[in-house]
Structures are given as C-alpha cells and as structure tokens.
C-alpha cells in the first residue's frame, strides 16, 4: 500500500514541533532553578558581608574602649597616688572625718579638770580603779594607727563605754559629747562589752573554791546563817520587743525583758551569772537549765566539795546556797519555810535568819543597775547582745567592790519610767519532802 508523502512529512513536522517544545520546557526549567540558586546564594553572600562587616565593628569599639578604660585607671591611679603623697604630709587629716571640735575639748577637760567626784559620778569609779580596767582590757582595745587614719586611744574607747553604761544617754547624745560618730559609739560600746564579758568574766565572776570558799562561809556564818557560800537571786532586764516571739519575752507586769540569775558572795560580789531566758520564764526553770544546777547534779547533788559538808543528828549537811521560795528545795539549794500560819518558832527563827543572810543578792542586785543604770532602763539593743552587756556590768560591779568604791546614794533615784519589778512566784516542787531533813538539822544549828 503507497503512502501519501505529503501525510508522512506533516507528521515529521509534528513530531519536530512536539520534541522543540519538550525541549523548550525543560530549558525553561533549567533556567528558573539555575535563576533561583543564583539569587539565594547572593543573599547569603550578602548577608555573611554584613555579619563580617558588624563583627569588625564591635571588636574595633571593644578595643576602644579597652584602650579608654585601661587609660582611665592609669590616671585614677596617678590622682590616687598624687593624693596619698599629699595626705602624708598633711598632719590634721581633714579630709578623712567630720569636724568635732567639741569632742576633744570636752575629753581633754575631762581629762585635766574632773576632780574623784566627778570623776566617780560620771564613770562610776575612782581614776585608779578606771586606770586598771584599762590595763585589763587594753590589747583588746588597741588598734594599729594607719597612712589613712589615728585611731581613737584605748582610754578613750572605754571611757565612751563606761558613760553609756552609767547614764540613759542614747548613742545619739554620747556623740555629741565626745565628738565622734553614732556608729563609732555603737561600735565602741560592743568591742569594750566584749572584752568584759569574754576576756575578763571567767577571772572576776566564778563560783568560790579554797580559802575564798571558807571566807564565804565564815561571811554567811557571821550574818547568822552557817555552811551557806552564796545566795541566788532573779531579776529582769527591761528590753524592747524583739522581733521573734515578743510574746515570750512579756513578764507578767506586761513588759518585755530577760532573766539574770546572779549567785553572790557575802561581800556583794557575784560570783555567778547566768542571763538571756524570755522574761514570762518562772525562775525555777531558769535554774533547772543553768550551768550550776547541771554542775550540781552530775556531782550527786553537791555543788561545793563535799570534804566541806558537816553532819549533825546524823544528817549530812553540804555547802549550800540560799534562795526565796521561787527556787526549788535541793540538797545544795536551800529556802524558807512556807504555810506562814503553820509556823512554829524554830522555823520562823530559821526564816528569819535565811532571808537576812539572803539580803547580800538583793542588795548586790540593787547596787548593780543603781551603778549602771543601762540596766534599769529599756535597752533599745539587740537582744542577743543584752546578755554581753549584763555580764560586762556584773564584772564592773565586782572590779569595783572589789577595789571598795564609793556607792552613792543618788545612784540607786528611781528613774521616773523604771518599770515595777515581777513578783516572785513560789514553786510548787514535789521533791521538797526528800530534802527537809538538811533544812531540820540546820535548825538545829541555829
């Protein structure tokens, strides 16, 4: 069969045109991928310029301003230097504290023109007994003089604490009359308590032993009360509610204050001390958690050698200590009769006898916030450092007994805000019965 060429070439020619528009699309589609990857490459490699081009820029700043800051030390230092050199050589060191003129003339006054009496009324004590408290505390109070300041003397540091301690004054009121700061008075106060309370505590408060334990029998003897070496007492010390549980601190005549427990001798030296228990803490719990009633207990209810007891009726009597009927009744603890209806004579004779020998801590007690009157007012301190500050004022008060000072009768005025002591409660102590028969054969002494 022929085939009719013209049919032939038509379909040549549409097979042609079909492979050129095959052909046309996919260069088309290579076109536009080759166009794509050509511009996303280009805004990568712009965008890598500029992130060059930025970080080039901050580190050429950091280096400016290294180079600024490194140069600005440089002339600190030399201004410093410069500074130094001519402070050195500047004797009055103005440009280091606040102008006082008041205060060095008040002290060299003080210094030069107090007479004993004034001396005593102000520092409650002589000249020579204030000259060795300082001998005592003064490597504790030194401090080294430096290019930058002159430290205040030791004599001064203890004078500005002993002031605190006799009058009311704040530490407002103190700065002003000795011409340093509020917060060098604070500071002044804090290192002279603690070189009281710390260094020196353990050598003048300490419970008798030896010939100072005869000498305090014999004391209490000569006072109608025998084989007794000390009598105990409670009092408060008024403070400002703390923080923490304020509550516990309220005493029953509804201000806040602690619990000093003081020991003292026949000669109205304390010769133990124990302070910081809330106030709304019976006195009977005080003693059960002080050292000496531990001290006892562990020594078989003896808190003085045993060598000293003496036996009458066939009853053991040891060195003891007397208290009022706040205190339990305890083998070296001894108290008075209650029941005051039920008195006989023996027993009244021996209450007599115990409160008159028990008079030396009340009478200790009184001379001690009469001497140092921080004690009988509120003391607007910390509450954990009120017991350094009592402990610091006990150590005074047998440094000064100890030297025979002058207590004076002004002294012991009553402030007109002085809050009422809390009355005594009487302790309901169910091991009395146990300890009677000490207190029957001391009777029998009497």
Same mark, same amino acid.
């Given at each position: 069969?022929?085939?009719?060429?013209?049919?032939?070439?038509?379909?040549?020619?549409?097979?042609?045109?079909?492979?050129?528009?095959?052909?046309?699309?996919?260069?088309? =589609?290579?076109?536009?991928?080759? =166009?794509?990857?050509?511009?996303?490459?280009?805004?990568?490699?712009?965008?890598?310029?500029?992130?060059?081009?930025?970080?080039?820029?901050?580190?050429?700043?950091?280096?400016?301003?290294?180079?600024?800051?490194?140069?600005?030390?440089?002339?600190?230092?030399?201004?410093?230097?410069?500074?130094?050199?001519?402070?050195?050589?500047?004797?009055?060191?103005? =440009?280091?504290?606040?102008?006082?003129?008041?205060?060095?003339?008040?002290?060299?006054?003080?210094?030069?023109?107090?007479?004993?009496?004034?001396?005593?009324?102000?520092?409650?004590?002589?000249?020579?007994?204030?000259?060795?408290?300082?001998?005592?505390?003064?490597?504790?109070?030194?401090?080294?003089?430096?290019?930058?300041?002159?430290?205040?003397?030791?004599?001064?540091?203890?004078?500005?604490?002993?002031?605190?301690?006799?009058?009311?004054?704040?530490?407002?009121?103190?700065?002003?009359?000795?011409?340093?700061?509020?917060?060098?008075?604070?500071?002044?106060?804090?290192?002279?308590?603690?070189?009281?309370?710390?260094?020196?505590?353990?050598?003048?408060?300490?419970?008798?032993?030896?010939?100072?334990?005869?000498?305090?029998?014999?004391?209490?003897?000569?006072?109608?009360?025998?084989?007794?070496?000390?009598?105990?007492?409670?009092?408060?010390?008024?403070?400002?509610?703390?923080?923490?549980?304020?509550?516990?601190?309220?005493?029953?005549?509804?201000?806040?204050?602690?619990?000093?427990?003081?020991?003292?001798?026949?000669?109205?030296?304390?010769?133990?001390?124990?302070?910081?228990?809330?106030?709304?803490?019976?006195?009977?719990?005080?003693?059960?958690?002080?050292?000496?009633?531990?001290?006892?207990?562990?020594?078989?209810?003896?808190?003085?050698?045993?060598?000293?007891?003496?036996?009458?009726?066939?009853?053991?009597?040891?060195?003891?200590?007397?208290?009022?009927?706040?205190?339990?009744?305890?083998?070296?603890?001894?108290?008075?009769?209650?029941?005051?209806?039920?008195?006989?004579?023996?027993?009244?004779?021996?209450?007599?006898?115990?409160?008159?020998?028990?008079?030396?801590?009340?009478?200790?007690?009184?001379?001690?916030?009469?001497?140092?009157?921080?004690?009988?007012?509120?003391?607007?301190?910390?509450?954990?450092?009120?017991?350094?500050?009592?402990?610091?004022?006990?150590?005074?008060?047998?440094?000064?007994?100890?030297?025979?000072?002058?207590?004076?009768?002004?002294?012991?005025?009553?402030?007109?805000?002085?809050?009422?002591?809390?009355?005594?409660?009487?302790?309901?102590?169910?091991?009395?019965?146990?300890?009677?028969?000490?207190?029957?054969?001391?009777?029998?002494?009497?």
């Amino acid at each position: 069969m022929a085939v009719d060429p013209d049919v032939l070439m038509l379909q040549a020619v549409k097979m042609y045109t079909t492979t050129l528009r095959v052909q046309a699309h996919f260069l088309g =589609m290579v076109h536009d991928f080759m =166009m794509r990857k050509w511009t996303q490459n280009s805004c990568e490699q712009r965008v890598r310029a500029i992130r060059n081009a930025l970080k080039e820029k901050l580190k050429r700043s950091r280096e400016m301003f290294e180079a600024e800051r490194r140069a600005d030390l440089r002339c600190r230092r030399r201004r410093r230097l410069l500074l130094v050199s001519q402070f050195a050589l500047v004797s009055d060191r103005k =440009m280091w504290r606040r102008e006082r003129p008041h205060g060095p003339v008040f002290w060299s006054n003080v210094l030069n023109n107090f007479d004993e009496d004034e001396w005593r009324g102000h520092f409650r004590m002589s000249r020579a007994t204030f000259d060795f408290v300082l001998e005592l505390v003064e490597p504790q109070l030194r401090r080294k003089t430096t290019n930058w300041r002159q430290p205040l003397e030791p004599r001064l540091r203890l004078a500005i604490a002993l002031w605190w301690y006799a009058t009311p004054c704040e530490y407002r009121s103190i700065s002003c009359i000795f011409g340093v700061g509020v917060a060098t008075v604070c500071v002044l106060v804090r290192q002279v308590t603690g070189a009281l309370s710390r260094a020196l505590s353990k050598r003048f408060v300490q419970l008798p032993s030896g010939a100072r334990l005869q000498e305090a029998m014999h004391g209490f003897a000569e006072r109608g009360y025998p084989m007794c070496a000390g009598a105990i007492h409670g009092t408060h010390i008024p403070i400002r509610p703390p923080p923490e549980d304020p509550l516990a601190y309220s005493n029953q005549k509804g201000w806040h204050s602690i619990v000093l427990q003081a020991v003292v001798d026949h000669n109205q030296c304390f010769t133990d001390v124990y302070v910081g228990w809330p106030g709304r803490t019976h006195d009977a719990q005080v003693l059960a958690n002080s050292p000496i009633s531990r001290k006892a207990e562990d020594q078989g209810g003896y808190l003085f050698p045993r060598e000293k007891s003496k036996t009458v009726n066939g009853v053991e009597i040891p060195v003891h200590l007397i208290g009022d009927q706040a205190y339990p009744l305890r083998n070296w603890l001894m108290k008075g009769f209650t029941n005051h209806h039920l008195f006989d004579q023996r027993q009244q004779s021996f209450n007599l006898r115990l409160n008159s020998a028990r008079m030396v801590v009340e009478n200790a007690l009184r001379r001690l916030k009469g001497r140092w009157r921080c004690l009988a007012k509120r003391l607007d301190i910390c509450t954990s450092f009120v017991s350094d500050v009592v402990v610091a004022c006990c150590v005074l008060h047998n440094i000064c007994e100890i030297n025979k000072e002058h207590f004076l009768p002004e002294w012991n005025t009553e402030l007109p805000d002085l809050p009422e002591e809390p009355e005594r409660v009487a302790n309901q102590d169910a091991q009395a019965q146990s300890h009677q028969a000490i207190r029957e054969a001391i009777m029998s002494l009497l």
